[in-house]
Structures are given as structure tokens and as C-alpha cells.
């Protein structure tokens, strides 16, 4: 009889970023098909413990944030931090333990995890792994466990080319599928995101100008939705910018998606944008850069919206002029977007873990 | 021991078999001793001293499951990436990489059903047949084959030390650097540079300018006698602007707030693209200077559109982009200017050979060509990065008014200058002299197979040169069979305004 105890490990678990928010629709899926599931986060957020929830456990394991320099204090914190996972994981039987960045696993690997068995996931691209240090951390932490866990078929191909022989991969699943669709009318080209170099909303705001300066999509207005280490960039950039409005991040993108007409998604690195993902569930079609495998998944090669060389304002600026000034193609890549999303659904992703439960019990 | 495992490993050579395969991924299986005693659903001989990969037996598994097979053939390689494949192609496959026709035993997992009908193939796996002959597979409903055998790399336990500072200096200069590090970044533009015409020709005059007009900016240019030493990594650490051109080279540090501008940038190389499936399996060592190196700069400038699109598709590269060379749109016009020629002094009907080498040292003895050809051509030369060249009478290195020089030339001899891209948009002929750059590309790979797109032949001494040459003034179309090249390298160099300079300064100080 498979063990029903599963617990997802995540580097924090109050963030309202893409892997928490799959962490949580995780748990709660999983609770409501009967698993027994904690979830805990390594260190708090600043001050925040916001998630709190009755369907599955929630547990974290620091009180305060580690130190950013080695010495004393982060050792006895990370002993701390270990002793409590250790209690976590003995108070009931083994079952399975999920981690969702390679950091939690490398705390989870310090525990002693007989008769568990392990799944690690990493929530973006191989590329994205490899500019910074994460693909020898992964190679590290993850060569041994059950599975480890791409977002895609490509990524996880590469994974194992680069050495890893236990790589699948699962997409993350959307969080809930909208009831309604975006309003067709709407003449809103909506940025949703971290305002950060990676996703590159600098690059958006020269296509916006390359735009206005070709004196195009004059009835179009333009909203970013985000914070980050980039806002004052941004509203620099947007002095001297018609229609473009800069506000604060929402806890529910559907708020936002509802009154969207193209989805701008400039990045520079991602993995399966969530963001993306929900845009498209809402019909809203999107431009979006060529800048992983998941991202050309998505948009299925380009069924579901236009794919834009990464990192380049005009073809930014082109991908956007052509889906704003074709009515039909909007309303045509959105619609076939919608019909592409329903593989992302909640319930079938679900299956795929339990299916994924299975085999690593086996 | 589990009761209905999915896998029986049959252990014929006897030992102790409690913990043997103890570390396998997949749980549900057995250890036994003989074909007989075993319950799983698949079996799989191994001799007690073999050392499968952790993840080898669940593999196989689930791809037989998968592909609904009566065997199951593979090294290490995820399930779901199988082949299912006839035994006259497994025979091809080759999972030992011999191209024999035999497979080592422990890379096949059968059906126990499917076996129990083979009693000869059961009685020699008994016997510690340790490797089948693929013929004795034939009758198999399918073989699913997932062949490819993948070896983790080694990874490194612990950070190398020499790079826990982000200084590739040691002693001194690390110290220097290190001290710098503490102190507030300096209005200072620091060029460091070896060659590159970008900025050889242009950006010190544009530099001087803009010094007296912000006399409150230093400018530091690092002599070559001075790299990596402790001056050098002063400067570095302190300067906010890093303007370098030798990219991969030198692995220079950057600091936060720093802004590195990269002057030139010709070759398109393999090492920064993300869509080169090789990259991942380069080591470590190699890969990482190269991408992290990428990875500081914020503003590169390109000699070709081909180099813009990979350093705009790596993953590693966040700056901006300019595609811009050094002479561009100068050469074409002078190339049309019916007056070029008389303005350097020379005469109509004389033939003009142009000798561009990477630098002074990369030029070989030409004496033997001016000897000979001195009479008929004139012969003028240049280095990338000004070097003064040890020339034979008849042969004169030129400095100044090179988009003209370059303009007359009839036929390039180079080593992979920066000029070949230049010279290249004018579509005439190319002659690689022992390009040293070209076994650059060739080690490390390139987007373009270069050989094959250069206009011209690639040689290995003068003396090829002369022949050549020699055959030419014969007969022109000698060089004919690279004239369909000469198109497609001219779109390679994509055409330019040719004010590389200007625009790296004016993107680099806002102006």
C-alpha cells in the first residue's frame, strides 16, 4: 500500500512568485484527492507568514532569514533549521518528499530520509540553470533522487545530456481555470511581472517607444504590473511615454488578465510563466521572447501567439503592432491559446503527479 | 525481500546476496540466484561485482512498459526517449559502442514470461553468459532500446578557491583588486584593449575629445606590458566604465555598477549560444569562463548581423546590442569612387594585393612573395592592432586611409583579420594564409562552418600563396570556384554604417 504522506519543501512559502504559488495549488490538490500533505518553507519572508490554510499542514523551518555571510550564526540556524525538518519528516510514516528549488533540497539531502522517497523539481529552463550556478548545484543535489522534475520534454532532455539519467519533466499546473473570458474589446497591452533584469520590462518599454515614435496602436495603452529593482527605471522611462500606466502587483492576475488584449511577456530567462500561462486560459493571445522551452511550448510553436527575438526592442515592437492591429488573429490565437491550456488544467496535472507517485514508489 | 516485485535480478555467480542492488532508484525488486527462484515480472542477469547505475533498472522498466516489449535494451538514458527497434538494428545500435553484435547482459532486462520459452539463452545466463548474441533475441515481440549510454560528469564537492574573490589575479594584483573593491567606484572610462581596430582608430580620439570636455572623468588605457598586474587590477576595480575588446581571453572581474563595454566582437562562436546542444556536456572548466564573461557585459558591439542574433539569443547576455563594424558603408563608397585609387597615389592599371595579419607577430616571412610579385602588384599590409611588421623591400604597411586601401584591394591575403568581414562585403577574392583564428573557430566551433563559407582557398605557407597568385594572373577565373561563396559571405558580414565607434561612445557616455 503506497504511503498517502507527502511533503513539498520550498525555499519560502509565502512569496507570491511562480514556484510558491505552484507549491500551494499542489498542496491543495493534493489534499483534496486525500494525501496527507505538509508543506514547508526553509525560511520566512521578511516578515511575512501570510499562507496559512486548513487543507494541509504549513510549516517553516527558520523564524528569521539566514545571514547572507558563512560563519556561526547561519551554522547553528541551518542545524536548527534541519532538526526541525528531521522532526517534521519523523513524525509520521515515510512518504514521499518534493522539493521545489534545489537549495530545499540541499537541506532536505542533510536529513536522514530512509524509507523516503524523493522528487526534486527546478521551476525554469536549462539555460536559466546554467547562467548562474544552479546547473552544478542540480547535478549535485538531484543526480540521485527518485525523479527529477523538468518543466518540459526539452529541458529534461538536456538535463540529462548534461548528466542527470533520472529527468522527466511536469508542467506546472494552473492555479484555477478562469470562468470568464478576457474581454475581446479591451485595447490593453498588460505587462505581469517582477520588475527585474531577467524579465526585462526595459526592453517592452523601448518597443512602446519605438511604437509611439511610428505614431502606431494609438488607441492602445499600455499597463505594467509588478515591483522590482527596475520600477525606478520604469517610471523614468515612462516620463516622456504616452499611455503607460505603472501599478502595483495583484495577488489575482485574473483581475488584471480580465480587461487584457495582449499578454507581453519580454523576458529574458524563464521556465513555464505562469503568467503566461493564465493569460492564455483567459483567451488573451500573447507576444512573448523566444527564450526557453517552455515559453514556445506555451504558445505551441506560435498557434497561441507570436514568438519575438529575445532581448530585442523592435521585434518586440513589430510582434505587438501586428497582433493589435489584426482583430481576427487576436481573437483567433486566443481562442486556440484557451483550447491549448486545457492540458494544463489543475485535475490533469494532478493525475500526472499521482501517476508520478506511482512510479516513484515503486 | 519484496513478495510480486517488477524485477528479479538473477545473481548466477553465487556470494552473499543481502544489500547487493541495495542503491537501485526502484525498489520493487529481488536478488536470486537462479532463473528458477525468481517471481518479477522482468529479470535481469548480473554478475555480483556489477556496478549498475543507480537509475538503470527503473529505466528499463518503465520503457518496456511504455513500448509494451518483450525486452528491454539500454545503458543509462531516461525511459521515455526509447527506440523501439528490430534486432537487426540493435545489432547497429551498438550499446557497448563496438559496433559488435553483442550486448553486455546486464544492459538487458526480458520479460520472465517471454525467457522462460528460450531455455538455451536461460541455461548460457546461468551460466554467467556475460554477453548475448543479439541473433538470440529474434524472436521478441518488440525491443524497446534506449542505447545512448550517459556518464554524469564529475562534479566539483567544493568552490575553488582562486575564484572565491571574482579576481582572476593572484598575490598583488588580487589585493589590489580586492582594495579597490572597498572603495567607491571612480568617474573613470578604463580601455582595456589589445588591437581591434573599433577601437584602435576611433574611440582614443573620441575619448580625448570628451576628456576635455569632462575633464573631471579619468581615462586609463592598460599597456600591454602592464596586464594583470597590480595597476591593472586597480584600475579595474575602481573604473566604472571597462571598455575591452580580447573577450575571451582575458576572464576580467566586474563589480557591481560597473558598466563593461565590449569594442568588437567578430567570431561566431559556439560557446556564448544557448541553441548549441553540445554546451551543457563541455566541462566546467570550459564552459563557464566563456558564459559567465558573457554574462558581465552590458553592451556589446558586433561586426556581423549572424553575431548579433546569438549574443541576443544567449541566455548568458542581458546588455544591449550594436551592429555596427569600423568602415562599412566607407568601403563601398570609395569602392565606387572612380578617383580612389589616384587619391593614395596609384597607378590605374596596377593591380593592389592587400596583406591583413591579427597582429605582427601572426605575419609569416614574406619575402618570397614580394621577390616575386613586387613587380606586379603593389603589395601594401596591416595589422589589427597597429604592430609595426618586419616587411621586405616592396612590400609598405599602410595605418591611415584604410576603407581605401581596402577599396582598391583587389584580392585579400589575411590570417582572419577584423578586415575580413570589411573586405569580404566588396565580394572579391579571399586568400586565408594559416589562419590562426580559423583553428580558434575550429577548436572551440562556430555557427558558420567557416571553411566552407570563405570566399577563397585556405592555405598553409607563402609559397601556396605565390602559386596561387601565380595562377591567377594567368588566368583570372582561377579563383572562380569560390565566386559563388562571395555572395553569401558578403550577406554573412551584413552591411554597416560603419561608425562602430562613434556609436559604442555615444551608447557608453549618453551622448
Request: charged share 20%.
Amino acid at each position: 500500500m503506497m504511503s498517502k504522506r507527502i511533503v513539498l519543501l520550498a525555499n519560502n512559502i509565502d512569496e507570491l512568485g511562480g514556484a510558491q504559488r505552484v507549491v500551494q495549488v499542489l498542496a491543495g490538490g493534493l489534499a483534496s484527492r486525500g494525501f496527507d500533505v505538509t508543506i514547508v518553507g526553509v525560511e520566512p519572508l521578511g516578515d511575512r507568514t501570510a499562507h496559512v490554510s486548513n487543507a494541509y499542514q504549513v510549516e517553516r523551518l527558520l523564524e528569521t532569514t539566514y545571514p547572507k555571510e558563512p560563519g556561526t550564526e547561519l551554522d547553528v540556524l541551518r542545524a536548527g533549521a534541519l532538526r526541525k525538518l528531521q522532526a517534521i519528516l519523523d513524525s509520521g510514516e515515510p512518504g514521499v518528499i518534493v522539493t521545489a528549488q534545489v537549495w530545499a533540497m540541499e537541506h532536505a539531502l542533510d536529513c536522514d530520509l530512509v524509507g523516503w522517497r524523493t522528487v526534486g523539481q527546478f521551476h525554469s529552463s536549462i539555460e536559466a540553470a546554467a547562467f548562474g550556478k544552479d546547473l552544478d548545484r542540480i547535478l549535485r543535489a538531484y543526480r540521485d533522487v527518485d525523479q527529477f522534475l523538468a518543466l518540459t520534454s526539452v529541458d529534461a532532455a538536456r538535463f540529462t545530456q548534461a548528466g542527470l539519467n533520472n529527468a522527466s519533466w511536469l508542467p506546472n499546473p494552473l492555479a484555477q481555470w478562469p470562468s470568464e473570458v478576457a474581454n475581446p474589446y479591451s485595447r490593453t497591452i498588460t505587462y505581469l511581472g517582477r520588475l527585474s533584469a531577467e524579465k526585462a520590462p526595459m526592453t517592452l518599454m523601448q518597443a512602446w517607444r519605438i511604437i509611439c515614435e511610428q505614431e502606431r496602436l494609438g488607441d492602445w495603452n499600455l499597463d505594467i504590473i509588478g515591483s522590482g529593482p527596475h520600477d525606478v527605471q520604469i517610471q523614468a522611462a515612462m516620463i516622456d511615454l504616452p499611455r503607460v500606466k505603472l501599478l502595483p502587483p495583484l495577488a489575482d492576475p485574473y483581475v488584471a488578465l480580465k480587461e487584457t488584449g495582449i499578454l507581453a511577456v519580454p523576458s529574458l530567462i524563464e521556465g513555464l510563466p505562469l503568467v503566461l500561462m493564465e493569460a492564455l486560459a483567459s483567451g488573451v493571445s500573447a507576444v512573448a521572447s523566444d527564450c526557453s522551452a517552455g515559453v514556445r511550448e506555451l504558445l505551441d510553436e506560435g498557434r497561441c501567439g507570436l514568438l519575438v527575438n529575445r532581448g530585442d526592442a523592435a521585434d518586440l515592437a513589430r510582434g505587438l503592432c501586428e497582433l493589435a492591429e489584426n482583430d481576427d488573429l487576436r481573437a483567433r490565437l486566443g481562442r486556440q491559446g484557451r483550447e491549448h491550456m486545457l492540458s494544463y488544467e489543475r485535475e490533469r496535472i494532478l493525475d500526472q503527479w499521482e501517476q508520478l507517485f506511482e512510479n516513484v514508489n515503486r | 525481500m519484496n513478495v510480486n516485485p517488477d524485477v528479479s535480478i538473477i545473481v548466477t555467480s553465487g556470494g552473499d546476496l543481502a544489500g547487493l542492488f541495495a542503491n537501485q532508484t526502484l525498489r520493487s525488486l529481488e536478488v536470486v540466484s537462479e532463473f528458477e527462484a525468481a517471481a518479477g515480472t522482468w529479470v535481469l542477469f548480473a554478475p555480483e561485482y556489477a556496478a549498475l547505475e543507480r537509475h538503470i533498472v527503473k529505466n528499463l522498466l518503465l520503457a518496456a512498459e511504455l513500448a509494451d516489449a518483450d525486452i528491454a535494451v539500454g545503458a543509462v538514458r531516461p525511459y521515455w526517449l526509447p527506440t523501439t527497434v528490430s534486432v537487426e538494428d540493435l545489432s547497429e545500435l551498438s550499446v557497448g559502442g563496438d559496433h559488435s553484435a553483442e550486448i553486455p547482459s546486464t544492459h538487458v532486462m526480458f520479460n520472465r514470461e517471454w525467457l522462460s520459452a528460450q531455455t538455451l539463452l536461460v541455461t548460457a545466463l546461468s551460466n554467467g553468459l556475460d554477453r548475448i548474441q543479439v541473433s538470440a533475441l529474434h524472436e521478441a515481440k518488440i525491443i524497446v532500446a534506449i542505447a545512448q549510454e550517459v556518464i554524469a560528469p564529475k562534479v566539483r564537492k567544493t568552490p575553488n578557491p582562486k575564484n572565491a574573490k571574482g579576481s582572476p589575479f593572484k598575490n598583488l594584483p588580487a589585493l589590489a583588486f580586492y582594495l579597490a573593491k572597498l572603495m567607491p567606484l571612480k568617474n573613470e572610462v578604463l580601455f582595456d584593449v589589445e588591437g581591434g581596430r573599433a577601437v584602435d582608430s576611433e574611440l582614443p580620439i573620441l575619448a580625448s575629445r570628451w576628456r576635455v570636455e569632462h575633464p573631471k572623468v579619468h581615462q586609463h588605457w592598460v599597456a600591454v606590458k602592464n596586464r594583470n598586474s597590480f595597476t591593472h587590477a586597480w584600475h579595474l576595480g575602481r573604473a566604472r566604465w571597462l571598455v575591452v575588446n580580447e573577450v575571451f581571453r582575458n576572464r576580467l572581474p566586474k563589480r557591481e555598477g560597473q558598466i563593461m563595454v565590449v569594442a568588437a566582437c567578430s567570431m561566431p562562436l559556439l560557446r556564448v549560444g544557448r541553441d548549441n546542444p553540445d554546451w551543457v556536456l563541455q566541462p566546467t572548466s570550459e564552459r563557464r569562463p566563456a558564459w559567465s564573461q558573457v554574462g558581465r557585459w552590458d553592451l556589446a558591439c558586433v561586426a556581423s548581423p549572424l553575431n548579433e542574433q546569438i549574443l541576443r539569443s544567449s541566455t548568458a547576455f542581458m546588455g544591449d546590442v550594436i551592429h555596427a563594424s569600423i568602415f562599412g558603408d566607407a568601403v563601398t563608397a570609395a569602392a565606387s569612387d572612380p578617383h580612389t585609387k589616384a587619391q593614395l597615389a596609384l597607378r590605374l592599371e596596377r593591380p593592389v594585393l592587400l596583406l591583413a595579419f591579427f597582429t605582427a607577430q601572426s605575419a609569416p616571412d614574406l619575402t618570397a612573395l614580394a621577390d616575386s610579385l613586387h613587380d606586379t602588384f603593389r603589395i601594401v599590409a596591416v595589422t589589427d592592432d597597429g604592430s609595426r611588421l618586419q616587411l621586405p623591400e616592396g612590400i609598405s604597411q599602410v595605418t591611415q586611409d584604410l576603407a581605401k586601401w581596402l577599396a582598391v584591394s583587389d584580392l585579400l591575403i589575411t590570417d582572419w583579420s577584423v578586415l575580413t568581414l570589411e573586405f569580404g562585403r566588396l565580394q572579391r577574392p579571399i586568400i586565408a594564409l594559416q589562419p590562426h583564428r580559423v583553428d580558434v573557430v575550429r577548436r572551440r566551433g562556430s555557427y558558420v562552418d567557416l571553411m566552407s563559407v570563405l570566399p577563397g582557398p585556405v592555405v598553409q605557407s607563402v609559397s601556396d600563396v605565390l602559386s596561387l597568385l601565380q595562377e591567377w594572373l594567368k588566368d583570372p577565373d582561377s579563383l572562380a570556384l569560390f565566386k559563388d561563396r562571395r555572395e553569401s559571405f558578403a550577406a554573412l558580414a551584413g552591411s554597416t554604417s560603419g561608425d562602430a565607434a562613434k556609436r559604442i561612445w555615444s551608447m557608453m557616455v549618453g551622448e
